[in-house]
């Protein structure tokens, strides 16, 4: 499946899509660039794998919006304003009882990882560059499900308790960085821009 790319110009930040999750790295190559990759390795209960991305999923472009399409669950990454907003949208509940767990391998460059249960923060030199927070997850009926982060050796682990919800199920963290600026003389820089062919999309250079 080609990589895809977006820039984010309101957060200084650029994504990299794949079938398995996504890279993210500074829109400005400066002294302070860093770079994070995060690859879903699956849904689990306890430690077994309950799904898993596929390979060659589907793919839906329109307009900011990119969906994967695995099969039994969707990995949705809405670009604007905001941020990067993922959703993993669960279609029907897995098999088991224990807590469901998205499991994202983090690696970062150069970068310290921290997570206190809803905010899983990267810095460089004491100073934050990015953060995956904001953490939601709803139900088929709206309603709001129990959830939290847990970090442990640059494994991520979105815990949701979804013993009494109702699927379809949707999981939404959203990426930003404290290095947020909105540069309003350039084009759609308010809203991000929609997911492009990997490459130098609007001939800034990077």
């Given at each position: ?52 991305p ?10 900011n ?24 949208i ?16 983090v ?28 953490l ?18 640059n ?11 109702r ?40």
């Amino acid at each position: 499946v080609q990589a895809l790319q977006s820039p984010n110009r309101a957060n200084n930040m650029r994504f990299t899509y794949h079938a398995d999750g996504f890279e993210v790295k500074s829109r400005v190559k400066d002294a302070e660039s860093w770079q994070i990759k995060m690859n879903l390795k699956g849904l689990y209960r306890d430690k077994i794998p309950v799904l898993v991305p596929i390979s060659n999923p589907v793919i839906t472009l329109n307009g900011n919006q990119l969906v994967y399409h695995h099969n039994t669950f969707d990995v949705e990454y809405i670009n604007n304003m905001h941020g990067m907003r993922q959703n993993f949208i669960v279609h029907q509940k897995p098999n088991g009882s224990s807590p469901l767990k998205v499991m994202l391998q983090v690696k970062a460059d150069n970068l310290m990882m921290k997570c206190n249960g809803n905010v899983l923060s990267a810095t460089w030199n004491n100073k934050i560059k990015y953060n995956y927070s904001n953490l939601k997850v709803w139900d088929a009926d709206k309603i709001d499900v129990p959830a939290h982060m847990e970090l442990e050796n640059n494994l991520l682990a979105i815990v949701v308790n979804d013993h009494d919800a109702r699927y379809p199920l949707t999981i939404d963290p959203l990426c930003t960085s404290p290095d947020a600026t909105v540069e309003s003389n350039q084009h759609d820089a308010e809203m991000g821009w929609s997911v492009a062919s990997a490459g130098d999309v609007n001939g800034d250079g990077y």
